[in-house]
């Protein structure tokens, strides 16, 4: 079956250190691929996609992320985490002859200062 | 200009009715989703628009939920009898054509069936 991986239910980093957040996708071709992120109270933001070329692609807020194909992963990086990234981060993956999006069910962050 | 308003933003309804709930897409973006999230959950994909017809409706459950884009901008999710599973957040999502174009989501529609 289809899916989309995220292994951490909830990461706690401190203020200043560097996140990455895991995604894995289980599909028969490469998908294109997507990291939203929804903080409280907002709507669901892209933060970056990923549909060829270059592997390694950089989003808003100083986001990038890496697509490897032998592992079937698109994890999500920062290398300096602040406050107000505290939200909840989805995976996402469309094929790239259909419409249907797949979501992660999501990594929630807390950031302490 | 406005983003994606959905409404009403919180709908409190009895098991076995019918519900309405609106999406208004940014002007001008001829592709529409719909979402459901469940608390804890990711979205789940419901159904896609392109311009007025439904180009993908897999995502719908079963047959008490249907989705109309009548003009090709307002779309009307619509749920008949209601159950308490349909509680969740629903979503909707708008982009300027299809898959490859950012998607902007609405704030959701907060649904609880008692």
């Known amino acids: 079956a289809q899916s989309v991986t995220q292994p951490d239910i909830h990461i706690t980093v401190s203020e200043g250190a560097s996140l990455e957040l895991r995604c894995n996708y289980s599909y028969g071709a490469t998908p294109y691929l997507f990291w939203y992120v929804q903080s409280p109270g907002q709507g669901l933001q892209l933060l970056l996609k990923?549909?060829?070329?270059?592997?390694l692609v950089q989003g808003i807020k100083g986001f990038e992320a890496e697509f490897k194909r032998s592992q079937s992963s698109f994890n999500l990086r920062k290398p300096s985490v602040h406050w107000s990234d505290a939200a909840e981060y989805f995976c996402?993956?469309?094929?790239?002859?259909?419409?249907?999006?797949?979501f992660g069910t999501g990594t929630s962050l807390t950031v302490i200062p | 200009g406005a983003g994606v308003s959905q409404t009403p933003s919180n709908k409190v309804t009895e098991k076995g009715k019918y519900v309405e709930l609106r999406c208004d897409p940014i002007s001008g973006h001829t592709a529409l989703y719909w979402y459901r999230q469940s608390l804890g959950q990711g979205p789940e994909f419901l159904i896609y628009?392109?311009?007025?017809?439904?180009?993908?409706d897999s995502g719908l459950p079963n047959d008490r939920f249907f989705a109309v884009r009548p003009e090709g901008s307002v779309s009307t999710l619509k749920i008949q009898r209601t159950e308490r599973g349909d509680s969740a957040v629903y979503l909707c999502?708008?982009?300027?054509?299809?898959?490859?174009?950012?998607?902007?989501f609405g704030p959701g529609t907060r649904l609880l069936v008692l």
């Open positions: 999502a708008s982009s300027s054509q299809g898959r490859e174009e950012t998607q902007y």
């Open positions: 996402a993956v469309v094929l790239n002859t259909g419409n249907q999006f797949y």
């Open positions: 990923y549909f060829s070329g270059d592997t």
């Open positions: 628009f392109q311009g007025t017809g439904a180009a993908d």
